[in-house]
Structures are given as C-alpha cells and as structure tokens.
C-alpha cells in the first residue's frame, strides 16, 4: 500500500525557515511525480510546488516562488519542501501527494483546484507567528 508521511513542520517567527519532509512507503518513488499542497482554516487546498520523478521538472505558485525550494532523494524515497522567508499567509497545514503524471500537479499548482490522486499524506502543520 502507498503510504507518505510529511514531516518537519513546526512554529516559527515570520522571517524563519522550515525544511518539510514526504517520505514514501510501500513503492518506489522514483516512478512518481510529486505534488506539495497546503490548506488553510477556512481556505481551500492549494498547490504549492512539485517535482517530476527525475527531479528534472519543477513548478512553483506564484506565492512562493524564491521562497520555496522543491527537491527529492530518491535514494531515499524523500521528497523535500525547503520554505524560507515564512509570512504569516504560509500558516496551513502541508500535504504531499503521489502521482505517475507530474502534469495533474503541474495544473494544479497553476489553475488551482485538488487533483484526484490516490496518494495522499496525513499533513505537517506550519505555523507562523511572532
């Protein structure tokens, strides 16, 4: 069964960074795209970032863009969200998702809406607040 855990979010001061983590289990996650997602009280889920299975293509919403940094380890069947200059509008709770098509994220993370993928994790909570 496909499983991904997220990890590493936490409470910081605006101006702080976090490094998130997506592991994977019970495939290999090298023949999956990515997908990185946050939903805020009250907010809709949006995308955030993701990644292609090789890592070669990324994309970025227009929020984050020069602040976040989508990567992965697929030696160590991990994926990472580097989130740097945290403002207050970044508090959500953070989702990684698993798919075999990187464009279903990459639409996501430009036209907005929730793909319907099978794999999703429970969430990591990132907080910002003085």
């Known amino acids: 069964q496909l499983q991904l855990v997220e990890s590493g979010g936490g409470l910081v001061q605006p101006g702080g960074s976090l490094r998130l983590s997506c592991v994977a289990s019970?495939?290999?996650?090298?023949?999956?795209?990515i997908g990185w997602f946050r939903q805020a009280p009250g907010k809709e889920r949006e995308g955030v970032s993701c990644i292609s299975n090789g890592g070669v293509s990324t994309k970025y919403a227009d929020s984050v863009r020069g602040r976040f940094t989508i990567s992965r380890d697929n030696a160590k069947n991990t994926v990472y969200l580097q989130i740097n200059s945290l403002k207050p509008e970044d508090t959500a709770v953070y989702y990684c998702a698993a798919d075999r098509n990187f464009f279903i994220f990459r639409d996501a993370v430009t036209n907005g809406g929730t793909p319907k993928v099978g794999s999703w994790g429970q969430g990591t909570q990132v907080t910002v607040s003085a």
């Open positions: 019970g495939f290999t996650l090298n023949s999956y795209a």
